[in-house]
């Protein structure tokens, strides 16, 4: 198998969006292409090339919070359905701790939903320990708009 491994380009939006909707969060090639553009230096996404396709990406980003120290977390991670189980997922992983270790950092955290069993027998394989089991609680706002127009 002839996998290359690098950062994620504009071009790829649409083969991401396209992952992204098989991990269970569709977005339009315009929206990821958004994203992708908004990334800071502390959060970069790497994709999986096989055959010059994505067959995967990893998005991994710097975390800071008060209560504790510095950690690179990962935010996703997807495989697509016609390659998994192929290793992919593991060098993917692999790449994400590699640039945790580039910032002198020492834990990698990944969240995963309770139903995700497959996945996190992945993670336990991969020596990730499971350390906390928590609900997730989200509120939709309503955005207002105020004018900076006067007249």
């Known amino acids: 198998m002839d996998l290359q491994l690098r950062e994620i380009t504009l071009a790829e939006a649409a083969a991401a969006a396209q992952l992204s909707g098989e991990l269970g969060y569709p977005a339009s090639p315009e929206v990821m292409q958004h994203r992708i553009a908004s990334l800071s ?26 209560q504790s120290d510095p950690r690179v977390e990962i935010g996703g991670l997807v495989v697509s359905s016609k390659l998994r189980s192929r290793g992919i997922g593991r060098v993917l992983v692999a790449r994400a701790e590699q640039w945790a270790r580039e910032r002198g950092l020492q834990s990698v955290v990944v969240r995963s939903q309770i139903a995700r069993e497959a996945a996190h027998n992945f993670y336990l394989r991969e020596d990730y320990a499971r350390t906390k089991t928590s609900a997730v609680f989200t509120k939709q706002l309503e955005l207002y708009f105020v004018s900076t127009l006067t007249t």
């Open 41 to 66: 230096p502390d959060h970069v996404v790497y994709v999986a090339c096989l055959d010059k396709e994505i067959a995967g990406w990893i998005d991994v980003s710097l975390t800071h919070h008060l």
